[in-house]
């Protein structure tokens, strides 16, 4: 399986699983209705070590924009490769997203609730205010890239044996640090939805929050940046 067929598989099922559980305790007359935080906290773990595992392999399962610009920083990969990657992972989250979409189709009909619509594809924050939702981002996504550099085996990225670890730092980020923002961390993983949510024609949908879509990709990018800087300064 090539790189970029893996990225496309491994991100669309991070974004099937982990939008999906989303939509299971969101959604009207879900039977994961009210499932709350620690129900969606798990299944995004969950989601991640699928992807992961899956895929790991074949592409390292960067499964992450900011993975892919943290390895290409220190070195993992050639920077050739980026764009290859990060095509990749936002094609997947569009697909994910759009079967979320598709395996809860009736259950988004009978929702009324615009935010909660929306809140299946994307992030928005609890208080909406620029930087202190920017500081957040950066704070969870170098959580998460620096953890990564110390769990991977590999200079290129992710196997299946780092599967489970991973999980449970996406699982800790979430439990601790998702409350203000619901902690994208990736910016594939909100670009790509919130783009499917603006193209899908979804019964009752909102605005797809365009004005706030910058702070989940440009905030994930500085963290990854930041773990990249610590990491090779402490080689």
């Known amino acids: 399986m090539s790189i970029f067929l893996a990225e496309i598989l491994g991100t669309a099922l991070l974004i099937l699983l982990g939008n999906g559980v989303v939509a299971n305790c969101v959604l009207n007359k879900s039977k994961g209705q009210n499932g709350g935080w620690m129900v969606i906290t798990m299944g995004w773990a969950m989601a991640v070590f699928v992807g992961v595992f899956t895929v790991g392999a074949y592409s390292g399962a960067h499964l992450n924009s900011a993975v892919t610009l943290a390895l290409a920083v220190t070195g993992g990969i050639t920077w ?4 290859v990657y990060i095509t990749a992972q936002l094609i997947g989250a569009i697909i994910g997203a759009s079967l979320v979409w598709a395996a809860y189709k009736q ?5 009324t609730d615009a935010d909660g619509i929306l809140a299946c594809f994307c992030t928005a924050p609890a208080i909406r205010s620029t930087i202190p939702n920017l500081v957040t981002e950066i704070i969870g996504t170098f959580v998460l890239i620096f953890g990564v ?3 991977t085996k590999s200079e290129v990225g992710l196997g299946a044996v780092d599967a489970l670890p991973v999980a449970l730092l996406v699982l800790a980020i979430g439990l601790s640090l998702g409350g203000p923002t619901g902690y994208a961390i990736n910016p594939a993983r909100d670009l790509g939805p919130r783009i499917a949510h ?3 024609p979804i019964k009752g949908k909102r605005n797809s929050d365009w004005g706030y879509a910058w702070i989940p990709v440009v905030g994930p990018v500085i963290g990854a940046l930041l773990a990249a800087a610590l990491h090779m300064a402490l080689k």
């Open 80 to 83: 050739d490769l980026v764009p």
């Open 107 to 111: 259950h988004f009909d009978a929702t």
């Open 149 to 151: 550099f110390y769990i």
């Open 198 to 200: 603006f193209i899908l």
